[in-house]
């Protein structure tokens, strides 16, 4: 965390009270990590917000976009706290998007890091945008792959990931959730999200954790919104949830994994994209998640019911996305083979 907030305070072009705004959201910890990080930073303009509850992913960036919306800052950062930034990362995000009116959000080259945030050598691709498959998976491109200059032209792709990406301010702004009653259905799973505050669900709280940058990226396409894939910016990454460590993740991962994969085919699926991948992804794949929850990972019927719970939910966000446009193109990203628009 410390190394992450000291790549972001490095960068290039920008400065805190200038034109740079940092803030760390603390989902409650435990511990004095915390306490420590304010004393180091706080006197450099880094701003810690201290939640009294988890809130999930998604609810912590909204507290974070509510005040972005509040202000005038063109844009938005999203970073894990397992993420280091070359010092050039932002400029050239920034940069770049801003030549592309039609770019919602821009994602950066992002290597493999180790523990301490630096990167894995021979270097290792973690990713490099994210594409959609037939069978309803979205996966990073390039992910596990040796460096090789393979990524290193700029693209539109599906969409980047929640590790770090930047977002415009009209997107943001466009793409947020308002529902017109209240949501009794999330708050009987989260209790703990029911707070006073306002938070644009520019991600939808819903998915809590996991899968929400490909909820985000999926509803940004169907309003007609392009993500743009920048290899001039460079980011370290710690990864640690990948699918071919699924049995070794912690029970409650997997629980959102498959919940949030059924939540993001019913909120954003369109007849277009279910016809291009109705063998493959809705009956073949989803039917394989089924029976492997059932058979063998039975800690995640949980996760299932809760789909039942959000349905009604779940319907109504995406009747206020398909009302706002709905982009009759998608179906062309969800290929076997990762599909990009190169920029010429």
């Known amino acids: 965390l410390f190394a992450s907030v000291e790549s972001v305070l490095a960068q290039d072009s920008f400065k805190i009270g200038e034109n740079l705004a940092l803030e760390v ?40 976009f509510a005040k972005f919306l509040q202000g005038s800052a063109d844009f938005f950062l999203v970073i894990n706290p397992d993420v280091f930034l070359e010092k050039e990362c932002l400029s050239n995000l920034a940069g770049e998007i801003s030549l592309h009116p039609r770019a919602g959000s821009a994602t950066p080259k992002i290597y493999r890091a180790d523990a301490q945030l630096k990167p894995l050598m021979p270097r290792m691709i973690d990713a490099c945008g994210m594409y959609m498959t037939p069978s309803l998976r979205h996966l990073d491109r390039g992910s596990g792959e040796m460096e090789q200059g393979q990524y290193n032209e700029r693209a539109f792709v599906f969409g980047g990931s929640g590790a770090c990406l930047l977002l415009r301010r009209e997107f943001v702004e466009q793409v947020k959730l308002e529902f017109e009653r209240a949501d009794g259905a999330l708050y009987s799973i989260y209790p703990q999200l029911k707070t006073a505050e306002q938070r644009p669900q520019i991600f939808d709280e819903a998915f809590f954790a996991y899968r929400e940058d490909a909820d985000l990226a999926w509803r940004g396409q169907l309003l007609g919104w392009k993500c743009l894939y920048v290899p001039g910016a460079v980011a370290y990454h710690q990864r640690v949830v990948l699918p071919e460590r699924r049995e070794s993740l912690l029970a409650e991962i997997n629980r959102l994994s498959v919940r949030n994969r059924f939540l993001l085919q019913i909120g954003n699926l369109d007849l277009g994209v279910a016809l291009r991948c109705l063998i493959s992804g809705l009956i073949f794949r989803n039917l394989v998640v ?6 063998k990972e039975r800690s995640s019927i949980r996760g299932l019911r809760d789909v039942l719970v959000l349905w009604g939910r779940t319907i109504s966000r995406r009747q206020i996305t398909f009302k706002q446009g709905n982009n009759s193109r998608l179906a062309r990203w969800f290929k076997a083979r990762p599909y990009i628009e190169v920029l010429q």
Request: with cysteine; glycine share 16%.
């Open 25 to 64: 959201t603390d989902n409650a910890s435990k511990g004095d990590l915390i306490d420590r990080l304010e004393g180091q930073f706080g006197k450099r303009g880094v701003i810690v917000r201290r939640n009294s509850a988890n809130l999930g992913f998604c609810a912590a960036h909204n507290q974070g």
């Open 290 to 295: 089924l029976l492997g929850v059932f058979l």
